[in-house]
């Protein structure tokens, strides 16, 4: 035994032991964020239930159980509930019942011994709202301005009248983001000079002619472009569907408001899964809706990814310079020893502190700076000088500065002094051996710190809540209009989406499988990127293997 223990074989089994926990830990997280996230998007059961309420009264109740739990019969007595039963535990189930703005709450508890029928209707679907959430009732009637379709001809006739109104929903959307978005900043861009011509003395009356002649015509497109979209909205709004709820009772739905209808109880197992697969899609592509609670996070996605890359491309170059300066032109000394120390404990400063300092320096000198010298006109309201995505990037690019840092270094150190002096032996300059032999020898160790740099940044929350990021961005940061990237806007990001849906919600219940939909998701963007970023290393490094030898 203690030869056993002196060969090493003990650690090396521990070692393995404690990797493998650690694999299984980490596979095991992300499958059941996984699974508590993705099977949201699976097209539940709807139950149509009688129930006989302890005080006599009888309800009918409609809609989708979302958890079960059994409850000691005591703590209902004590909580005034009079339960006549023999049974220590009683069941209760949570159900989301939709319907927000006829009933009070979207879920509620119902106790099993209340429950008189159960029923599953094929004939009960489920209604998506492009507001007010979902819908549960059953169709009886569309209405298609004066016609009116009812019977079996209804369930074929109700795919097409919705995909009709979301096409024409769709087209108005487009026309006021496009089109009314250029011109809206056009005139924004028009003011702007006319300010800007008030504050240099050069507001003479032929330019404001001009100008005041570019406004009438921009206006007057503005209203053509108006007229089109009232009446693509009145088009789409002119339809509508007529359900009978659980209360008994018909309601209206104009169809410009109905996302999709699905009747999940007659669907096959075929079905239910192109449903998800769509379902899943549409929320990757499509943007968020009743605070967050609903829709997708395409917005998020962009800006999460966007964001990541800018800091990338500002991190990459000052990190690498700095390792070169540290490694291959500072004197070994206890200045350089002390520069060394402090980025290293820079790694361990938290990252609030980083966002604090991004909103002093970055947000409020530098950019308050900008304005004053390059946006006058817009004072007193801000262009640079408030939070954005350009003092996001660069607020990460210092926070993960030292691990570029540091990671550049170990790779310069990893080069044979050989190959330098055989560079400058055969008559190469300094900088050309750095820069035709070192840095390419280096790249594996420069991309290794890039994708570390990026595996942090994607997934930091704290410093961006300060610096830029929003809870509802409404534009993208890269759209049409000159000069189409737009540095200074606010933007979402999937970290703080996730800590909005599930800390600031209004309905936490319907939130929170979105909170682990989201987390998914967020772990599949960081796993994207550095699978991108090792491609990349790995091409480098096969592609510079020949000057090790």
Do not use: C
């Not at 994207?528 to 480098?540: D, E, F, K, S, Y």
């Amino acid at each position: 035994m203690g030869k056993w223990f002196k060969s090493g074989s003990p650690w090396i089994w521990m070692t393995a032991g404690a990797v493998s926990l650690s694999l299984v830990a980490v596979l095991g997280l992300l499958l059941l964020i996984a699974w508590r996230g993705l099977t949201y998007f699976w097209p539940s059961t709807l139950y149509q239930w009688e129930l006989q309420h302890l005080d006599g009264r009888q309800e009918q109740l409609i809609g989708e159980i979302y958890d079960r739990e059994w409850v000691p019969v005591e703590r209902l007595l004590d909580a005034g509930i009079p339960l006549v039963t023999d049974e220590e535990f009683v069941e209760r189930l949570l159900v989301k019942t939709g319907n927000r703005e006829y009933v009070p709450l979207d879920f509620r508890w119902v106790l099993a011994p209340t429950i008189v029928s159960t029923e599953t209707p094929q004939d009960l679907a489920v209604i998506e709202r492009s507001r007010n959430g979902n819908f549960y009732g059953f169709p009886v009637a569309l209405v298609e301005g004066e016609r009116t379709i009812r019977g079996p001809e209804l369930t074929a006739a109700l795919p097409k009248a919705i995909e009709a109104a979301n096409a024409l929903t769709e087209q108005a959307d487009k026309l006021q983001r496009s089109d009314i978005g250029r011109i809206n900043h056009q005139l924004e861009t028009l003011r702007l000079e006319e300010r800007r011509l008030q504050l240099e003395g050069k507001d003479t009356e032929e330019a404001l002619a001009q100008i005041a002649a570019r406004r009438d015509a921009l206006n007057q497109s503005y209203l053509e472009l108006e007229r089109e979209l009232f009446g693509l909205r009145a088009q789409a709004g002119k339809n509508a569907l007529l359900v009978t709820d659980m209360r008994g009772e018909t309601v209206r739905l104009p169809l410009s408001e109905v996302k999709g209808l699905t009747f999940s109880n007659a669907l096959s197992l075929p079905g239910k899964a192109w449903h998800w697969l769509k379902s899943v899609g549409q929320f990757v592509v499509d943007e968020p809706r009743e605070a967050n609670t609903e829709g997708g996070v395409f917005p998020a996605i962009f800006g999460t990814v966007f964001m990541v890359l800018l800091m990338a491309v500002i991190v990459t170059p000052f990190g690498v310079m700095a390792a070169v300066y540290l490694h291959e032109y500072a004197h070994k000394g206890p200045i350089t020893r002390l520069i060394r120390i402090a980025v290293i404990n820079l790694a361990g400063v938290p990252s609030i502190v980083y966002g604090v300092f991004g909103l002093g320096f970055f947000v409020y000198m530098v950019g308050g700076s900008i304005d004053q010298l390059f946006y006058p006109e817009a004072l007193p309201n801000p262009v640079f000088g408030t939070p954005g995505v350009l003092w996001s990037a660069l607020t990460l690019a210092i926070l993960t500065l030292p691990v570029v840092i540091v990671s550049t270094e170990e790779g310069l150190s990893r080069i044979p002094s050989a190959v330098r002096q055989g560079s400058l032996a055969l008559g190469a300059t300094k900088a050309e051996t750095l820069w035709r032999i070192v840095l390419p020898m280096a790249s594996p160790a420069i991309m290794t710190g890039l994708i570390l740099a990026v595996a942090r940044a994607a997934g930091e929350v704290a410093p961006l809540m300060l610096v830029g990021v929003v809870k509802l961005a409404p534009q993208l940061p890269v759209d049409g209009n000159f000069p189409y990237v737009h540095l200074d806007r606010k933007f979402m990001h999937l970290g703080f989406h996730i800590y909005d849906v599930g800390f600031q919600s209004p309905n936490v219940e319907a939130a929170r499988p979105l909170v682990y939909a989201t987390s998914f998701l967020l772990v599949t963007v960081i796993v994207a990127l550095n699978l991108t970023a090792i491609g990349v290393r790995n091409h480098l490094r096969e592609k510079f293997r020949a000057f090790e030898h």
